[in-house]
Antibody
């Protein structure tokens, strides 16, 4: 059974940093591209960042370029999102997803609140 | 980015009804269109990928169609567990989602 479990969220002040993790199991992690998607409270979904199966290619939405870094450790079957210079508009539930056929399996999400 | 215009935003229906949800892309997305269901407090669940392919484990009452810029999700006979919010999603280029259709009990 495919499982994706996010961790690392919480309350953070504007301008500070936070790192999210997503532990994957039930499939060969190193064979799949992965991504982070976010959903602000009562808002729609936004694709944040994508990483290729081997980590060699990464892609970001414009609003997070230069601030967020997606990475992965295939030996640990874990996906990461390093978020720097956080802003109030980054407040959202962050989901990791396996980027096959778009996004076929999703984690349960982790809440990130940026507030002073 | 490609804009996805989803309609209606709110749909009231009864158990047993046939319902359709539409999604229009701002440019051709070459059938790279998925449909997701999301219930309150849960992650989105993939129903249909690449226009008309049913994800494993999804009931056959769900179907998708379309091409070019216009796509449709159809639920042939609504069941109680189908109520929730539905999103369309394109992955032809930088991925973008529709704003959602809330399907509620009439």
């Amino acid at each position: 059974e495919v499982q994706l479990v996010e961790s690392g969220g919480g309350l953070v002040q504007p301008g500070r940093s936070m790192k999210l993790s997503c532990a994957a199991s039930g499939f060969t992690f190193s064979n799949y591209g992965m991504a982070w998607v976010r959903q602000a409270p009562t808002k729609g979904l936004e694709w944040v960042a994508t990483i290729s199966y081997d980590g060699s290619s990464t892609y970001y939405r414009d609003s997070v370029k230069g601030r967020f870094t997606i990475s992965r450790d295939n030996a640990k079957s874990t996906l990461y999102l390093q978020m720097n210079s956080l802003r109030s508009e980054d407040t959202a539930t962050y989901y990791c997803t396996r980027a096959a056929t778009g996004g076929d399996y999703w984690g349960q999400g982790v809440m990130v609140t940026v507030s002073s | 980015d490609i804009q996805m215009t989803q309609s209606p935003s709110l749909l009231s229906a009864s158990v047993g009804d046939r319902v359709t949800i539409n999604c229009k892309a701002s440019q051709n997305i070459n059938k790279y269109l998925n449909w997701y269901q999301q219930k309150l407090g849960e992650a989105p669940k993939l129903l249909i990928y690449n226009t008309n392919n049913l994800q494993t484990g999804i009931p056959s009452r769900f179907s998708g169609s379309g091409s070019g810029t216009d796509y449709t999700l159809t639920i042939s006979s609504l069941q109680p567990e189908d109520f929730g919010t539905y999103f369309c999603f394109q992955h032809n280029s930088w991925p973008t989602f529709g704003a959602g259709t809330k399907l509620e009990l009439k």
